[in-house]
């Protein structure tokens, strides 16, 4: 069954997500960045964002690539304005 108000939380939840990981990953220690590739490819996967998710897979493997950080940092900008408008309230056409 469609649920818009849950979709919108996963999305929200993602969203946050995103903000923090933008916010930080540079200065992330390679430990840290594998951490947090391995938390965030499963939620990247779940709400689809195959590309990200496929980017977070390399990084998990090779934390200190400054190139895959780089790569990471333009997806993530690429993809929050989509969050956003997915998040935007619909209206519901009456019939």
Do not use: W
């Given at each position: ?52 998710a496929r ?41």
């Open positions: 069954m469609y649920d818009n108000a849950l979709q919108n939380e996963v999305l929200a939840l993602f969203h946050q997500q995103l903000l923090t990981a933008r916010s930080q990953i540079e200065a992330m220690n390679a430990e840290k960045r594998r951490d947090l590739a391995h938390c965030l490819v499963g939620a990247a996967r779940a709400v689809g964002a195959f590309p990200l980017i977070l897979a390399e990084l998990s493997v090779d934390p200190s690539s400054k190139l895959i950080v780089e790569r990471i940092l333009k997806q993530t900008d690429s993809l929050i304005p989509h969050l956003v408008e997915l998040m935007k309230p619909r209206g519901v056409a009456k019939g």
